[in-house]
């Protein structure tokens, strides 16, 4: 049988098709059917270590990295030059890259272990007739299983006995409160397990009353089986910024390559001899490399994960601090994210009054206004007093407090009643003498309390069955006959605002009166209704507003009731002319939601496969998805979004362990913040690129220039211009002292008024190339000017070999100097540099005197000069050499001063 229909049948049906009896099944049966189904446990095949290790190796990056490594061993062996110390640096950067892979990629096998030590271990069962205490793992279809308050549910159940039965099934479908169970077989098809009021999940709590179920799926059958099934067989979304740097690794290394064998080709060509040949081509591969590229996206990332948890923000996956920024949509829920999962009174009705009640949570401040008045409530409103009286003293919860704040010890709805009446001071138990406890059945609670004169009792319930119990209504007038009409057309108003309603009444007893029957629940006098919800966090009202600005469009996906749902969008300020549910959600196929999912931005009594499929069809539209969750049932949405975003608080371990993200204060302003930091990390990450790469090509270009200008420059047949020491250290220097400081830059004013970036935008895009081609060639030519210039006067014979040398530092330095009028320039894409201070960033000044101090040291002491293959030149080639600051400088800004001009002639 489909395992989403037993709530279809009725009890003797689902007797009747397991082969069983409310006594249970025999020990033999139990065993035969033990061999047919298997053991009532989750299992998964772990993968190999040493396989998951090894794989961590395919990535275009690290095959450039090793690349890198191989050139170098290359030029140390084979041609003489020292450069071990670059091959260990360079290996150093591929086993950490890889260690963080290796770490990452267990996270998915983590999150199953944590599902699979959700199984219980023991549970009480019928056998033989007879109450036992077997493992859960032994559980079979046809097994009987006793539940009592306090228990976790070891398999799925069809309950055919209950007694004042709720369960909490946050884990497992979000819902905030508990949920009400009965026997009653339900005839509706496609039903979510939110709504499956007669089955009893594996993995859910008992938090009250009593029952019986036969087990109806065990193991990798039941819902949390399947939750299972999708972490499993649900493949890890590679990220915007992975899969751009996997394009552009691969970019490169076929450029390197073919710009590297057409330099070998064309070297022959010209008549130099196969190892000269070979060498320059080795010169220009090592110069083209950017291996310091992978070292800095991963710095990036860390500062930015650093930055989101100073936000209250936790990165488990570094990737995802850059995606976030990317993200266009967010699959929120409700309960605790854009809610504060603390039912709260918003509205009172009594003495033919309608009361505002203000404060949000279980904070007990806040106050009462009738219109737009506030009421001190103990002196001028009796029946608001009395009305809140009722509500504290038929309660069972209590509110404390501690140093993370206030909260509720109890059911929440009875926790509301509890802050309503302590925001008007009432904060003073009466003794109680008896209570007739909350039942699904009779829809009330009953308490007996010791007055002065007669005792009290209080009731409250639901509305309709208070009423049937009352004859008069309290005003502040006196005691009037009841208005039964009047209160019910308020409640269906409060309801269709999708406040949760509850009646208050009371009546006075003999003082002999110690105990309560249902006998005694007659000609009560009406006190007045209280209208709870779970409400919106104010900030996430403000944070759905940045993320509209933002261009981000947020979806609710909530286990609650539609109305609930549309009325809580409402006042979130969100889209919910459309709102749909689960049951809607199971009739449709993929494609028949692909057509709708990006016009609905509710979703109510969804199920997880409901999630994870409104998650990757949004994916399927092109959208980079953000997805939010605490419960189990989140896991497969969790680890199929772009990102997955848990919660620290309420989240389940199961939820963390599949997620990218971890909020510490389950709030969903803290996704928008983090959002922001996202953005910054990529603003960065490309005044990064376009800063580093110029160092390569303009590197790049000084070989194959030198190469194609032998014939016609006979300096550059001697020796080429920068040594491929030269070339190394600049690449490392620059992203060390450069580079990294420029990674630091502040945010930008405006993240988040700005559209997110087209997930298909490559990192090779048109600006990038007209930039980094422009930066390379300034740097080239400055680079052949003044090596041409100093070197040049060294071909007399014999040839001044130390001459050489020194043209070759002088230009080694001219393109530090380039790089340092650049770096001012490179603090913003598109702003000129004269827009903001240069001391706003005093890690780049800090940067620029470091560079200048070792290239100083580079040049001018003897035991760097033999290191780097240097030596000191005239003083009087210095003017020459710092002219290179200003083509630096000035011909990016004059780029960018072109290119804003050019935008905004487009526009016009």
Known sequence: MNGNAWYQLEAEQVFETLATGKTGLTSDEARARLEKYGYNELT??????????????????????????LICALLSTVWGEDMWNEVWIILLVVIVNTILGF?????????LEALRRMMVSECSVLRDGMEKTILARELVPGDIVLLNSGDKVAADLRLFYTKNLAADEASLTGDSVPVEKHVEAIPRPDLSPGDQSCMAFSGTFITRGSARGVVVATGERTEFGKIAELVKETARVITPLQRKLADFSRFLAFAILALAAVNFILAIVFGYSATYSFLASVAL?????????????????ALAATAMAHRKALVRKLPAAETLGSATVICSDKTGTLTKNQMTVVRIYCSGKDYHVTGVGYDPKGSFLFGNTEVIAAYSDGALVETLKAGYFCNDAIL????EGHKIMGDPTEGALVVSAAKAGITEKLSRLDTIPFEPEQQYMATLHEGEEDNLLYVKGSPERVLQMCQQQFFNDGIEPLRGEEILTKVHEMANEALR???????????EKKTLTGEDLHGLIFLGLQGMIDPPREEAIEAIGKCTRAGIKVVMITGDHPQTARAIANQLEMDADRVLTGEELSRMTDSELYEVVDAVSVYARVAPEHKFRITTQLQQRGHIVAVTGDGVNDAPALKAADIGIAMGITGTEVSKEASDMVLTDDNFATIVN????GRHALTNLEKAILYTLPTNGGQALLIAGAILLAPFVPLFAVALPMAPIHILWVNMADSAFLTMPLILERKEKGLLRRPPRDPKEKIANRLFFERVGLVSAVMAAWGFLVYHVFGAPALSSPVDTLRITQAQTAAFMAVIWVHLGYILTARSVMRSAFTFSPFSNKWILAGMAITLVCQLAITYVPAFQSLFRTAAFPTEWWLLIVLGFVPGFFIVELEKFVRVRLQKGRKR
Request: glycine share 2%; no cysteine; proline share 8%.
């Open 285 to 301: 591969a090592v110069a083209a490399i950017p291996e310091m590229l992978p070292p800095l996206v991963t710095v990036l990332l």
């Open 674 to 677: 983090a959002v922001e930091e």
């Open 44 to 69: 998964f095949k772990k993968q190999n270590p040493f396989i998951r290790f090894l794989l961590q190796f395919h990535n275009p990056l690290i095959y450039i990295l090793l690349a890198a490594a």
């Open 103 to 111: 770490v990452q990629e267990g996270r998915a096998e983590a999150a």
């Open 501 to 511: 309603v509850l009646g208050m009444a009371y009546k006075f007893v003999p003082k």
């Open 400 to 403: 404390v407090k501690d140093e």
